[in-house]
């Protein structure tokens, strides 16, 4: 059974660092595009970043040269924000994604940066 946890949220001041990993498990092993979006109350669910299998990364204009995401294993992705700021202050969750159609999204981490 496939599996996308998200770990590492919690509560921080402004500009402060959180480190959030994104682990699969079962089938999701095998989807190597990860991407991590955020959301909050009332609002859509934006787009923060994404690693693929070659290793090509983007972000988000409002996270470039704060957020920085990598893949530490073969299971496990994780984001690194530094200098953060209120307004990242959501839920965040990771997608695995299989075949550019195969979803697989975790249940989302709270953060909260506080001024």
């Known amino acids: 059974q496939a599996q996308v946890v998200e770990s590492g949220g919690g509560s921080v001041q402004a500009g402060g660092s959180l480190r959030l990993s994104c682990t699969a498990s079962g089938d999701a092993v095998h989807c190597y595009d990860v991407s991590w979006y955020r959301q909050v109350p009332g609002k859509e669910r934006e787009f923060v970043s994404s690693i693929d299998s070659a290793g090509s990364t983007t972000y988000a204009d409002s996270v470039k040269g704060r957020f920085t995401i990598s893949q530490d294993n073969a299971k496990t992705v994780s984001l690194e924000m530094d200098s953060l700021k209120p307004e990242d202050t959501a839920v965040y969750y990771c997608?695995?994604?299989?075949?550019?159609?195969?979803?697989?999204w975790g249940q989302g981490t709270q953060v909260t940066v506080s001024s």
């Open positions: 997608r695995r994604q299989c075949d550019g159609w195969l979803n697989y």
